[in-house]
């Protein structure tokens, strides 16, 4: 996802509750410290296909936001 935002393609990080210091560290550490990162409910692992559609209905206003954000 680093080398995509630092080509200049619109990206995002989805991530659950306790992932968030991480992502922000790998953003870091990979040179891309603005990486934005949407947050879903934890956790997404051993859910149901319902339960993964809803968290894809909560990731996909903020990514829309991310868009809106990077692109004039």
Do not use: W
């Amino acid at each position: 996802m680093c080398e995509l935002r630092k080509r200049g393609l619109v990206t995002a990080v989805i991530y659950s509750g306790p992932f968030e210091k991480l992502g922000r560290n790998q953003a870091r550490t990979f040179g891309v410290p603005e990486l934005p990162l949407v947050e879903i409910t934890h956790p997404l692992g051993g859910i149901s296909i319902d339960d993964v559609k809803s968290r894809a209905g909560e990731a996909a206003p903020q990514f829309a936001k991310v868009v809106k954000a990077n692109v004039s």
